[in-house]
C-alpha cells in the first residue's frame, strides 16, 4: 500500500481525517505543541480502516504524523501531559466553529473521557504515514450504537 498523505482545509476534509486516524494510538511524549510556530504536531500509531475489509484475520497500522496549523493554544483533560509514557486512544476529531468566522476548537476526543482542544485560527491539518507499517491480529470494535 502506498504511503497516505491528507490535507484538510474545512470541516469536511477534517471528516476525513478523522476516520483515518480512528483507533490510533499515541504516547503522550508524541504530542509536540510549539507555541512560535503555531503548530501542534502528534505522533501516531494508526489503524489502516482503508485495508481492514475483507483482510481476514490480519491487518495493519502504520506509523503517522497528524500536524495541526494556526494553533493558537492547547488545553487537555483527562490525562496527565507529563506521563510521557501513557498511551492513549484517539477516537475521533471534531471542530466546534466560533460564531460565523472560521476559527474554533479541534477536539481530539480520546477514549477513557480524556480530550485535547486546540484553540485554532482555522483548519489546517495534514496526515502523512511516515513509514514504519506492520501486521496486527487486532481489529479495534466498537459497541452498536456508540
Known amino acids: 500500500m502506498d504511503a497516505l498523505k491528507l490535507?484538510?482545509?474545512?470541516q469536511?476534509?477534517?471528516?476525513?481525517?478523522?476516520?483515518?486516524v480512528q483507533d490510533a494510538v499515541f504516547k503522550v511524549s508524541g504530542l509536540a505543541y510549539a507555541p512560535r510556530s503555531r503548530q501542534l504536531s502528534l505522533v501516531i500509531n494508526r489503524f489502516v480502516w482503508e485495508t481492514a475489509e475483507g483482510r481476514g484475520k490480519s491487518f495493519e497500522r502504520r506509523r503517522s504524523v497528524l500536524l495541526f496549523k494556526r494553533v493558537n493554544a492547547v488545553r487537555s483533560i483527562g490525562f496527565?501531559?507529563?506521563d510521557g509514557e501513557q498511551v492513549l486512544s484517539l477516537l475521533a476529531i471534531q471542530f466546534e466553529q466560533n460564531g460565523e468566522g472560521p476559527d474554533g476548537t479541534v477536539e481530539f476526543v480520546l477514549s477513557g473521557d480524556a480530550s485535547i482542544m486546540l484553540d485554532v485560527e482555522c483548519i489546517e491539518v495534514q496526515?502523512?504515514?511516515?513509514?514504519?507499517?506492520?501486521?496486527?491480529?487486532?481489529?479495534p470494535?466498537?459497541?452498536a450504537g456508540a
Open 141 to 143: 470494535r466498537h459497541p
Open 12 to 20: 469536511e476534509d477534517l471528516a476525513i481525517v478523522s476516520a483515518h
Open 127 to 139: 496526515l502523512a504515514d511516515t513509514g514504519g507499517a506492520w501486521e496486527t491480529g487486532f481489529k
Open 80 to 82: 496527565d501531559r507529563r
Open 7 to 10: 490535507m484538510g482545509l474545512d
